[in-house]
């Protein structure tokens, strides 16, 4: 007997509360969250790829998401003295109660990199793609349909589901970011401090009419979000994360502490000694979740893994998503790298 697919909460009032895609490691990716933090970091190339899986009592999710980004027109003589821009792209693919709903998009954005001292720096960001959200009637099962031993798809429901089960609309967003950073390489620092802070908006032409007129479209979401890293002694930093999100009405605050210890001597002479960081945390998702954070960072790779517990009162399950990231950034602990792809 198949299993009743349950709508996931998501018929209310015959119409349909549609969400971004939720990382739990987004955080650690700033291009995914503001704009203008596309190519402004202190390397060249930067790829990633993030996954998370979660086997609620209501469903299977699955959300993927690939991003690239990288500086253009940036000095390999002097990278911090000049303006220059930066670009990317990502991808992503959320798939909710066993495929029912679907979010996939495409994005591409622009930023501008303005250094305004040896060690400051801002940044304007734009972004625009599409965005599809899609329903597959076709795979929900209903009470009324169940005839002892299966579901009988050709009995009417009688549920009355009216709205659009597919929508395409483009997407823009922007953002302002201010960075800040005082040290020589970080994994081969004797001493080490960054900032960064920012402000974005997402679903900029998504009106309240629009969102009227088709109930799968994005509310518009703020995000303000900011980070620092400070070697607290030899080897061993400490990064801290807050991210604040506004959509609609719903709030959601990030709350994020890793620390990490070096765990080898990297030579800037050879190549044979790599640089490695080892390191964990928690990150607090506000009256939702705690999650335990595992870090390794090896030369210009980075790989985290986490598990959501969940918190919340209204949680049908204590253990939430598995997720994991990895992240590749050319040239960041390098003091004679060069961009195999931008100048």
């Known amino acids: 007997m198949k299993k009743i697919i349950l709508f996931l909460g998501l018929v209310i009032s015959n119409s349909i509360l549609a969400q971004d895609i939720h990382f739990s490691q987004i955080a650690f990716s700033t291009q995914l969250i503001n704009p203008a933090a596309y190519g402004n970091h202190d390397g060249w190339e930067r790829f990633g790829i993030h996954q998370k899986n979660?086997?609620?009592?209501?469903?299977?999710?699955?959300?993927?998401?690939?991003?690239?980004?990288?500086p253009l027109f940036k000095s390999h003589k002097n990278p911090t003295?000049?303006?220059?821009?930066?670009?990317?792209?990502?991808?992503?693919?959320?798939?909710?109660?066993?495929?029912?709903?679907?979010?996939?998009?495409?994005?591409?954005?622009?930023?501008?990199?303005?250094?305004?001292?040896?060690s400051s720096v801002i940044?304007?960001?734009v972004e625009g793609g599409m965005a599809q959200q899609s329903v597959d009637f076709s795979r929900l099962n209903f009470g009324n349909q169940f005839q002892g031993n299966d579901f009988n798809k050709s009995i009417a429901s009688n549920e009355g589901l009216v709205f659009q089960s597919n929508v395409v609309s483009p997407e823009l967003a922007g953002g302002f970011m201010y960075r800040y950073k005082n040290y020589s390489r970080v994994l081969n620092a004797k001493s080490n401090f960054w900032f960064q802070t920012g402000i974005s908006a997402y679903h900029l032409?998504?009106?309240?009419?629009?969102?009227?007129?088709?109930?799968?479209?994005?509310?518009?979401?703020?995000?303000?979000?900011?980070?620092?890293?400070?070697?607290?002694?030899?080897?061993?930093?400490?990064?801290?994360?807050?991210?604040?999100?506004?959509?609609?009405?719903?709030?959601?605050?990030?709350?994020?502490?890793?620390?990490?210890?070096?765990?080898?001597?990297h030579s800037l002479v050879t190549t044979n000694n790599k640089?490695?960081?080892?390191?964990?945390?928690?990150?607090?998702?506000?009256?939702?979740?705690?999650?335990?954070?595992?870090m390794l960072e090896w030369n210009e790779f980075v790989?985290?893994?986490?598990?959501?517990?969940?918190?919340?009162?209204?949680?049908n399950s204590r253990m939430g998503g598995?997720?994991?990231?990895?992240?590749?950034?050319?040239?960041?602990?390098?003091?004679?790298?060069?961009s195999i792809m931008f100048k």
């Not at 979660?54 to 990288?70: C, E, N, P, R, V």
């Not at 821009?85 to 709903?101: A, C, E, R």
């Open 123 to 125: 940044s304007f960001g």
């Open 205 to 265: 032409l998504n009106s309240a009419r629009t969102m009227k007129q088709y109930d799968l479209m994005m509310p518009r979401k703020y995000v303000f979000h900011s980070e620092m890293e400070n070697m607290i002694s030899k080897g061993l930093l400490l990064n801290v994360k807050l991210n604040q999100y506004i959509q609609q009405k719903q709030y959601q605050t990030i709350l994020s502490a890793i620390l990490s210890v070096q765990v080898n001597n």
């Open 54 to 70: 979660q086997y609620l009592s209501s469903g299977k999710y699955s959300t993927s998401l690939a991003y690239f980004d990288g």
């Open 303 to 315: 790989f985290l893994a986490s598990t959501d517990l969940r918190t919340s009162k209204l949680a």
């Open 81 to 118: 003295a000049k303006a220059h821009f930066g670009f990317g792209i990502q991808l992503y693919n959320d798939m909710s109660g066993n495929g029912i709903v679907a979010n996939r998009g495409a994005k591409m954005g622009l930023s501008s990199i303005i250094p305004v001292s040896k």
């Open 322 to 338: 598995f997720e994991f990231s990895i992240k590749y950034a050319r040239g960041n602990h390098s003091i004679s790298s060069k």
């Open 275 to 294: 640089p490695m960081r080892i390191g964990g945390g928690l990150t607090y998702r506000l009256m939702d979740a705690i999650i335990p954070t595992f």
